[in-house]
Nanobody
Framework: QVQLIESGGGLVQAGGSLRLSCVVSGRTSSIDMMAWFRQTPGKEREFVAAISRTVGSTWYADSVEGRFTISRDNAENTMYLQMTGLKPTDTAVYYC????????????WGQGTQVTVSS
């Protein structure tokens, strides 16, 4: 199994920056993809960004392209989300997720970390 623990959320003013971290433990060698999602009350969970653990290829939602950067440090089993130019609409609970090779859906989820952007 795989365990994920997020950190780094908080309160920031619009235009500010935050860096989220996700420490991965367990059978990390089985992981193919890692990603960040976010969710606000009453809305479905929304994809933010993803990264291939082995190759390092990245994908972003249109709403964060150019402002957020996803990265990973395999030696530290940690994934990051550097968020800049934050907007009030970025306010959400952010979750990290992972899936194993040959899986189509994200299987393992962290507990979430709150990001609040004030105007």
């Amino acid at each position: 199994q795989v365990q994920l623990i997020e950190s780094g959320g908080g309160l920031v003013q619009a235009g500010g920056s935050l860096r989220l971290s996700c420490v991965v433990s367990g059978r990390t060698s089985s992981i193919d993809m890692m990603a960040w999602f976010r969710q606000t009350p009453g809305k479905e969970r929304e994809f933010v960004a993803a990264i291939s653990r082995t190759v390092g290829s990245t994908w972003y939602a249109d709403s964060v392209e150019g402002r957020f950067t996803i990265s990973r440090d395999n030696a530290e089993n940690t994934m990051y989300l550097q968020m800049t130019g934050l907007k009030p609409t970025d306010t959400a609970v952010y979750y990290c997720a992972s899936r194993r090779f040959s899986r189509n859906a994200y299987e393992f989820w962290g507990q979430g970390t709150q990001v609040t952007v004030s105007s």
